[in-house]
Nanobody, 115 residues
Framework: QVQLVESGGGLVQAGGSLRLSCTTSPRIFVISTMGWYRQAPEKQRTLVARITNTGTTDYADSVKGRYTIYRDDAKATVWLQMDNLKPEDTAVYYC?????????RGQGTQVTVSS
């Protein structure tokens, strides 16, 4: 059973910053494209950012210039640095690991941005 453990969510005022982290087994991590998705109440889950195992990144238009995804293979950890947060960023954020052998997702961490 592959587990992804997320941390770093919380409550922040608009304009503030949070950093999410996600770790999993090194065996899975080094071959994975790691991603962050989010789901707001009554909305579909959408991609926020992802990073391949070669370091290529991809961001949703809504977070470009405000969010940064990065990884450290030695620590088997991926981070999502979120700056200039807006109330519309409020959602449950999920970490994911995509490999040729399967897709894995964490249990999510709540991010709430107050206006």
């Amino acid at each position: 059973q592959v587990q992804l453990v997320e941390s770093g969510g919380g409550l922040v005022q608009a304009g503030g910053s949070l950093r999410l982290s996600c770790t999993t087994s090194p065996r899975i991590f080094v071959i994975s494209t790691m991603g962050w998705y989010r789901q707001a109440p009554e909305k579909q889950r959408t991609l926020v950012a992802r990073i391949t195992n070669t370091g290529t990144t991809d961001y949703a238009d809504s977070v470009k210039g405000r969010y940064t995804i990065y990884r450290d293979d030695a620590k088997a950890t991926v981070w999502l640095q979120m700056d200039n947060l807006k109330p519309e960023d409020t959602a449950v954020y999920y970490c994911s690991a995509e490999t040729a052998y399967g897709y894995y997702r964490g249990q999510g961490t709540q991010v709430t941005v107050s206006s």
